[in-house]
């Protein structure tokens, strides 16, 4: 399920989304130290709590736990009755509160769900991308996913859903309407779809498991300067292999520089982060992570790079975790210009558990360092050419994102700007991809 991670089956961590973005290692709960514990609090919800608890104990990056009396913690915790599992969630926030590290957290198991399904890149629906309509309080459809079953059926941007299974999707959020149109796949929804010009009408869909794109990507001319415009909007598991296709796509389009644009990209997958970087660099050091015990581990590119050719990186205050290492580590290894405004400032690595309720915790195992050893917590990273937006133009993006990599961006139109500054003999060294035999 995770092509990108299968090249790394020891350690498969994640650097998760938001302003609390994430790194982790993926887990499935499993009894811990014996099954004396899993008897011992069967059905009770004092079994969630004393996973969360261990799950801390062996994992946490601080081992003096923020100075807390971790065993302590423990004994408070399972001294306690709980008469149900709310209760227990609500203990489990509280001790984890106590380690003042928002990254070290607990989800409930429906948000956990949805963490999964980010993370992974998938979900079981019928693709596409929707928001909620101001004026008619309905979902409006932004475009239908390629190749999902709303595709092939003809589902058109612009279309309304007035209703989903006779259920009215007046006044629904955007999380209610999403969904009622999910579900397993190979069940029926049935969409009743308003389109301008053709009235109202119902169609049936089949779900299926759904691949969300990351990566979008075409060709625009700039003058002379013929540009492969990326877009990462996050490091899912299909990520890397996305990146794949668009840089060899753009490639074989004849394209003479790249911009990547990473603005927004809250993170992701850590090894998604570090094989998209091995597609732009040849060599050199990506990233190094140190644990609680002070082990470090580095990873670098290996010569399997997809392009040499000039790159600029668009970012800013909301590129965090894994789009700071990426930008890290080509702005390091001197690859890339860097774009934009100071980013998140998020260096921290998490491991992801599923617990056996369904729930889920993330628990931070490490600290990552750029190439250059820098420490990025918040304080982010500066880019090599600041280019501030203002208020306006960062609602003017926001409301039009379609402006975005185009004339109308000003941090695209700088970005341009110095890509044409390359002068011609470097363009025409680096016209050529290399190494695009890659086998993934």
């Not at 079981?124 to 709303?150: D, F, W, Y």
């Amino acid at each position: 399920m995770r092509q990108s991670l299968k090249n790394f089956p020891r350690l498969k961590r994640v650097l998760f989304t938001g302003a609390i973005a994430t790194t982790a290692v993926w887990s499935w709960a499993t009894p811990i130290n014996g099954s004396s514990v899993v008897v011992a609090f069967q059905d009770s919800p004092k079994t969630i709590v004393d996973e969360v608890w261990q799950t801390v104990n062996r994992e946490y990056v601080d081992n003096t736990f923020n100075q807390v009396d971790w065993q302590a913690t423990r004994h408070e915790l399972l001294s306690r009755s709980y008469a149900s599992k709310e209760e227990a969630y609500k203990a489990i926030r509280k001790a984890l509160k106590t380690l003042e590290d928002p990254y070290t957290r607990f989800l409930e198991p429906e948000k956990f769900q949805a963490l999964t399904n980010q993370t992974v890149g998938e979900l079981s629906g019928v693709g596409i991308r929707m928001e909620i309509e101001k004026q008619t309080e309905t979902p409006l459809i932004i475009e239908p996913i390629e190749n999902s079953p709303a595709f092939k059926a003809g589902i058109k941007a612009g279309d309304r859903i007035l209703a989903v299974d006779s259920k009215s999707t007046k006044g629904l959020s955007l999380e209610d309407a999403s969904g009622l149109i999910r579900g397993k796949v190979g069940t029926s929804v049935t969409l009743r779809i308003a389109r301008p010009g053709q009235g109202i009408f119902e169609i049936q869909l089949t779900r299926a498991q759904i691949e969300i794109p990351s990566v979008r990507y075409s060709v625009k001319q700039e003058g002379n300067l013929r540009v492969g415009y990326i877009s990462l909007n996050e490091f899912s598991s299909h990520a890397a292999e996305q990146m794949q296709r668009a840089i060899r796509n753009l490639n074989q389009q004849k394209v003479n520089a790249y911009v990547l644009d990473l603005r927004g990209n809250p993170g992701g997958l850590l090894f998604s982060s570090i094989e998209i970087a091995r597609m732009w660099m040849q060599e050199g050091e990506i990233v190094s992570t140190i644990d609680r015990i002070g082990g470090k581990q580095a990873y670098t590119a290996n010569r399997t790079a997809l392009t040499n050719l000039p790159l600029a990186i668009l970012v800013d205050g909301n590129s965090a975790s894994a789009s700071e290492i990426l930008t890290g580590a080509l702005k390091d290894n001197k690859r890339a210009t860097v774009i934009g405004s100071r980013t998140f400032g998020k260096a921290a690595v998490q491991s992801v558990h599923a617990l056996s309720d369904g729930s889920g915790l993330t628990v931070t195992v490490s600290r990552y360092y750029l190439p250059s050893g820098e420490d990025i917590s918040l304080k982010g990273i500066v880019p090599d050419i600041r280019q501030e937006l203002t208020l306006e133009q960062r609602q003017q993006l926001s409301r039009q994102p379609g402006w975005r990599g185009t004339s109308k961006d000003p941090q695209y139109g700088k970005a341009i700007a110095v890509l044409k500054s390359t002068t011609p003999s470097q363009a025409e060294t680096l016209s050529q991809p290399i190494n695009s035999g890659r086998v993934w």
